[in-house]
């Protein structure tokens, strides 16, 4: 749950030295074949609640797990299923296309058992996502869990293609305690799979009728400030309602590699609302393309933003 200045999310730490900010910054990283979307949101890019976005992008590079959703290299980054004893384990190698399907997983702790005790993190214990090979169909969710440990996360419907699906957490219990991980597995949604390119670079996007811009220029590998203005029919808008915590989510991936970062502002929300500008600390590892994911709350419904972002 512009996830990536602490566009980082998956979430609190992987932070290098330096790094100032209350927020914490994860990476994480996707990366398999080509395929392209093509949803009902309203424009590319864009994804209202946990519906995918239809934005696009290049191809990510291809998984290299010697099974079906399993990735063993990169570990630490997100683009493994494992890191520290802790694994994201699943049955579900394949979801339907174009229908809602429910993806079932388990993180196993050093003791290979079921890990039923994690830390709340942004009003949650499990932050959930899923993108496209191509950067489109952006999702995030957050799963619930059985008593066996069993996790469900209710996925809208997926276009064909190769996947990457993301669980970030922090154990509450044993050796990880405290511990923020990001684990990842890739899936395939049967059917013809298209390839979509990545949007160009821009400082602005529009989504129901908002218009987001992103002032800044981050650096690759150093911590820099970013903010992230919002307003509707050229007025700042001053009515941000608290979303997890925050006044708004931000995620991001990385095109070539498509590594995953997750960023949050500095300014924690209160019982009132927020707005216009929203302040991050931004440390994006590698130059290049990012495509940016912000949402945001006003009168009770999630709103979804996307724009590229060059960074270098």
């Given at each position: 749950m512009i996830?990536?200045a602490r566009?980082?999310?998956p979430r609190?730490a992987i932070?290098?030295a330096g790094a100032v900010?209350?927020l914490?910054?994860t990476?994480?990283?996707c990366?398999?074949?080509?395929d392209?979307?093509?949803d009902?949101?309203?424009?590319?890019?864009m994804d209202h609640?946990?519906?995918?976005?239809?934005?696009?992008?290049s191809?990510?590079?291809?998984?290299t797990?010697?099974m079906?959703?399993?990735d063993?290299?990169?570990?630490g980054?997100?683009?493994?299923d494992?890191q520290?004893?802790?694994?994201?384990?699943s049955?579900?190698t394949?979801?339907p296309?174009?229908?809602?399907?429910?993806?079932r997983?388990?993180?196993t702790?050093?003791a290979?058992k079921?890990?039923?005790?994690f830390?709340?993190d942004?009003?949650?214990?499990?932050h959930?996502?899923?993108?496209?090979?191509?950067l489109?169909?952006?999702?995030?969710?957050h799963p619930?869990?059985a008593?066996d440990?069993?996790?469900?996360?209710d996925?809208?419907?997926?276009t064909?293609g190769s996947?990457?699906?993301f669980?970030s957490?922090?154990?509450?219990t044993?050796?990880g305690?405290?511990?923020d991980?990001?684990l990842s597995?890739?899936?395939?949604?049967?059917?013809?799979?298209?390839?979509a390119p990545?949007?160009?670079p821009?400082?602005s996007?529009?989504v129901?009728?908002?218009?987001v811009?992103v002032?800044g220029e981050?650096m690759p590998?150093m911590a820099?400030?970013?903010t992230?203005?919002?307003a509707?029919d050229g007025?700042?808008?001053?009515?941000?309602?608290?979303?997890l915590?925050t006044?708004a989510?931000?995620t991001?991936f990385?095109e070539?590699?498509?590594?995953?970062a997750?960023l949050h502002p500095?300014t924690?929300?209160?019982?009132?609302n927020?707005?216009p500008?929203?302040s991050f600390?931004?440390e994006?590892?590698?130059?290049?393309?990012w495509?940016?994911?912000?949402q945001?709350?006003?009168?009770?419904?999630?709103h979804t933003?996307a724009?590229?972002?060059r960074?270098?």
């Amino acid at each position: 749950m512009i996830s990536s200045a602490r566009l980082v999310t998956p979430r609190r730490a992987i932070a290098a030295a330096g790094a100032v900010a209350t927020l914490a910054l994860t990476l994480a990283a996707c990366g398999f074949s080509n395929d392209s979307s093509n949803d009902s949101s309203s424009m590319p890019g864009m994804d209202h609640g946990s519906k995918p976005s239809t934005v696009s992008s290049s191809s990510a590079s291809p998984s290299t797990g010697g099974m079906p959703g399993m990735d063993h290299e990169a570990s630490g980054n997100g683009l493994s299923d494992s890191q520290d004893g802790y694994r994201l384990t699943s049955k579900d190698t394949t979801l339907p296309s174009g229908q809602q399907a429910g993806y079932r997983f388990t993180v196993t702790g050093p003791a290979d058992k079921p890990v039923t005790d994690f830390a709340v993190d942004q009003t949650k214990r499990m932050h959930f996502y899923a993108i496209r090979s191509d950067l489109t169909g952006f999702q995030h969710v957050h799963p619930a869990m059985a008593a066996d440990g069993t996790w469900t996360a209710d996925l809208s419907a997926l276009t064909p293609g190769s996947w990457r699906v993301f669980a970030s957490f922090t154990p509450d219990t044993g050796r990880g305690k405290g511990k923020d991980l990001v684990l990842s597995r890739t899936l395939t949604v049967p059917g013809n799979a298209k390839q979509a390119p990545l949007p160009a670079p821009a400082t602005s996007t529009q989504v129901d009728g908002y218009t987001v811009t992103v002032k800044g220029e981050p650096m690759p590998g150093m911590a820099h400030p970013l903010t992230v203005s919002i307003a509707t029919d050229g007025r700042p808008v001053t009515d941000l309602e608290p979303y997890l915590d925050t006044y708004a989510h931000l995620t991001a991936f990385h095109e070539g590699d498509a590594s995953f970062a997750h960023l949050h502002p500095t300014t924690k929300a209160s019982d009132g609302n927020g707005g216009p500008d929203l302040s991050f600390h931004a440390e994006l590892p590698t130059s290049g393309n990012w495509r940016l994911f912000l949402q945001f709350q006003t009168g009770g419904k999630l709103h979804t933003a996307a724009l590229t972002l060059r960074v270098g």
